[in-house]
T-cell receptor, first 114, second 111 residues
Framework: AQSVTQPDIHITVSEGASLELRCNYSYGATPYLFWYVQSPGQGLQLLLKYFSGDTLVQGIKGFEAEFKRSQSSFNLRKPSVHWSDAAEYFCAVDKDTGRRALTFGSGTRLQVQP | DVKVTQSSRYLVKRTGEKVFLECVQDMDHENMFWYRQDPGLGLRLIYFSYDVKMKEKGDIPEGYSVSREKKERFSLILESASTNQTSMYLC??????????FGPGTRLTVT
């Protein structure tokens, strides 16, 4: 079945440490790819997106993600985590490349230790 | 900045009641969406609309209907609320196939 997988339900990192959140998709063609963040009690905010071109994309708040076609992955990274990054992170795909509807992964909750 | 607003942040309804969740966007976006969010399941698409009076079913439309009479407004309707519809409901809008902008969500409790 076509799906989006975020294998890590919960991750804890120390402030200042690097971060990588994993996302894999299982669609035949390359979809449009997104990472969203949801802070407690808030809606979702777009961190970054990939449509085509350069496979390393930069987003807001110092985040970046790399698209790897061979691995069907779109992992999110940050070199140095801040306490304010504690939130839930969702990977999403537009599998119809522009048809508009997104399919979301189940999310990864990030906890940041002082 | 795009603004998507939802009529209520918190809502408590009784089983069998008809429930309306309203969503308004102010950026003239063509597309609007309703998702529900449940722990461990992420966001699941209920319905979306790509034009006024147009709608398409998402992944979990059962028990829900929608209405889009004006471009800026998209309503989610629970005809007869049930306890398994207790959830967080998120509305979003987008222009064509690009990124979606989300509202703050409505936490609905059905007792």
């Amino acid at each position: 079945a076509q799906s989006v997988t975020q294998p890590d339900i919960h991750i804890t990192v120390s402030e200042g440490a690097s971060l990588e959140l994993r996302c894999n998709y299982s669609y035949g063609a390359t979809p449009y790819l997104f990472w969203y963040v949801q802070s407690p009690g808030q809606g979702l905010q777009l961190l970054l997106k990939y449509f085509s071109g350069d496979t390393l994309v930069q987003g807001i708040k110092g985040f970046e993600a790399e698209f790897k076609r061979s691995q069907s992955s779109f992992n999110l990274r940050k070199p140095s985590v801040h306490w304010s990054d504690a939130a839930e992170y969702f990977c999403a795909v537009d599998k119809d490349t522009g048809r508009r509807a997104l399919t979301f992964g189940s999310g990864t909750r990030l906890q940041v230790q002082p | 900045d795009v603004k998507v607003t939802q009529s209520s942040r918190y809502l408590v309804k009784r089983t069998g009641e008809k429930v309306f969740l309203e969503c308004v966007q102010d950026m003239d976006h063509e597309n609007m969406f309703w998702y529900r969010q449940d722990p461990g399941l992420g966001l699941r698409l209920i319905y979306f609309s790509y034009d006024v009076k147009m709608k398409e079913k998402g992944d979990i439309p059962e028990g829900y209907s929608v209405s889009r009479e004006k471009k800026e407004r998209f309503s989610l309707i629970l005809e007869s609320a049930s306890t398994n519809q207790t959830s967080m409901y998120l509305c979003a809008s987008s222009w064509r196939g690009y990124e979606q902008y989300f509202g703050p969500g409505t936490r609905l409790t059905v007792t």
